[in-house]
């Protein structure tokens, strides 16, 4: 917090960043949504798109952080706190990721975005992502889909209203809920990465190209109901417990280190000013002043 009472960012975006975070985020609905739109005769196959998405993503993630660093001064305390979170992001996901949706990375990500901005969160989401990819071994083509459905996590925190204001269990009720919101619409639109190149499923629940828009997204709600939804609920309820049990004190400590971060703080350069030795004893030798 300031002196005024305006919350500190960590990265203040500029045009550039807009830019680059609405190009990314254009990109990335048409690579999670396009399937929907093919016709019957397009031919999908997740194994000859998804490395053309996940050489197209990764570049255009990377681009927003070089845009950041460039228009709004991502400096070395950013860079350090951004790492920090990142690994103990990456560090959370292994401790429930594959059992019953137990995640408490979104817990974290929500919390830092929410303190930091949503220009600083899309980053880290998609760090922290990318680096508990690589701990846990699950680098694959949905990886830059990981990557950007959690920088959007992140990033929509960072969105959410009175952040200068809304403190103590109003702000924590807000935040449970867009965490409960935000775990169930992520396992939503990661379903949308693989669903559409799955075989064999049943025809009610199988993605049909070439059928109307309406018929296919029925299908796919019946997709996630049956399948990802007892993934998908765990995940809300454990961001729901651990950010009103502890994200009174997670979001204090947050807001102390970029309180003393002091990220916005001007940097001013003075003149030296000259140092002069105490005078000797009356009548003696006067010592010159040093420059």
């Known amino acids: 917090m300031t002196a005024d009472?305006?919350?500190?960012?960590?990265?203040?975006?500029?045009?550039?960043?807009?830019?680059?975070?609405?190009?990314?985020?254009?990109?990335?609905?048409?690579?999670?949504?396009?399937?929907?739109?093919?016709?019957?005769?397009?031919?999908?196959?997740?194994?000859?798109?998804?490395?053309?998405?996940?050489?197209?993503?990764?570049?255009?993630?990377?681009?927003?952080?070089?845009?950041?660093?460039?228009?709004?001064?991502?400096?070395?305390?950013?860079?350090?706190?951004?790492?920090?979170?990142?690994?103990?992001?990456?560090?959370?996901?292994?401790?429930?990721?594959?059992?019953?949706?137990?995640?408490?990375?979104?817990?974290?990500?929500?919390?830092?975005?929410?303190?930091?901005?949503?220009?600083?969160?899309?980053?880290?989401?998609?760090?922290?992502?990318?680096?508990?990819?690589?701990?846990?071994?699950?680098?694959?083509?949905?990886?830059?889909?990981?990557?950007?459905?959690?920088?959007?996590?992140?990033?929509?925190?960072?969105?959410?209203?009175?952040?200068?204001?809304?403190?103590?269990?109003?702000e924590l009720v807000l935040l449970a809920g867009y965490g409960a919101v935000a775990s169930v619409g992520y396992g939503l639109v990661m379903n949308l990465q693989g669903w559409p190149y799955i075989g064999g499923l049943a025809s009610g629940v199988s993605f049909v190209p070439g059928d109307p828009l309406s018929a296919n997204l029925t299908r796919y709600l019946a997709y996630c109901l049956a399948t990802s939804l007892g993934w998908d609920l765990p995940r809300a309820v454990v961001t729901v417990v651990l950010t009103s049990t502890l994200g009174g004190t997670v979001l204090k400590a947050l807001r102390r280190a970029t309180r003393r971060a002091a990220f916005e703080a001007p940097v001013a350069f003075t003149e030296p000013v000259a140092f002069t030795e105490p005078a000797g004893p009356p009548g003696g030798p006067q010592r010159p002043a040093r420059p």
Do not use: Y
């Open 5 to 170: 009472g305006r919350q500190v960012r960590a990265v203040r975006l500029g045009p550039r960043s807009v830019a680059a975070l609405c190009l990314v985020s254009a990109i990335g609905v048409v690579a999670f949504g396009w399937p929907l739109l093919a016709g019957s005769g397009s031919g999908l196959a997740h194994s000859q798109d998804a490395p053309w998405l996940f050489a197209a993503l990764l570049p255009l993630l990377l681009a927003v952080v070089v845009a950041t660093v460039a228009d709004a001064g991502l400096d070395a305390k950013a860079i350090a706190m951004l790492g920090v979170l990142a690994a103990a992001g990456a560090a959370l996901r292994p401790l429930g990721a594959g059992t019953a949706g137990i995640e408490p990375m979104f817990f974290l990500m929500v919390l830092s975005g929410r303190v930091l901005g949503p220009g600083f969160g899309f980053v880290l989401g998609s760090v922290a992502m990318f680096a508990s990819a690589l701990l846990t071994g699950g680098v694959g083509p949905w990886m830059p889909f990981q990557m950007l459905s959690m920088g959007w996590v992140a990033m929509g925190a960072g969105l959410l209203p009175g952040p200068d204001r809304w403190r103590g269990r109003r």
